[in-house]
């Protein structure tokens, strides 16, 4: 079992940057792959990044590819999703998630409970 919470949304101007963390509590964090997903409004949700247990192999969506990083430190049981060159449209509720099999399906058995990012115009 693994409880996710997610934090550090915002409001913040396009072009700006924003770091969302993703805490943990259970003790086989190490074990997981751990994924950002959002969900804009009207839309279904959508994979944004993921990264594999070991830390060694990440991924992204086309869309945010260059722009957003994502990393762990399994010391912490934190996930980071580092988000520069904000733009309106990433505006969403963004979620993490744990599994360990699942890496940029939306198949991920552990969810948090989300954490809303607004980007202005």
């Known amino acids: 079992q693994v409880q996710l919470v997610e934090s550090g949304g915002g409001l913040v101007q396009a072009g700006g940057s924003l770091r969302l963390s993703c805490a943990a509590a259970?003790?086989?964090?190490?074990?997981?792959?751990m994924g950002w997903f959002r969900r804009a409004p009207g839309k279904d949700r959508e994979f944004v990044a993921a990264i594999k247990w070991s830390g060694g192999s990440t991924y992204y969506a086309d869309s945010v590819k260059g722009r957003f990083t994502i990393s762990r430190d399994n010391a912490k049981n934190t996930v980071y999703l580092q988000m520069d060159s904000l733009k309106p449209e990433d505006t969403a509720v963004y979620y993490c998630?744990?599994?360990?099999?699942?890496?940029?399906?939306?198949?991920?058995?552990?969810w948090g409970q989300g954490t809303r990012v607004t980007v202005s115009s």
């Open positions: 259970g003790r086989t964090f190490s074990r997981y792959n």
């Open positions: 998630a744990a599994d360990s099999v699942a890496v940029t399906s939306t198949a991920y058995d552990y």
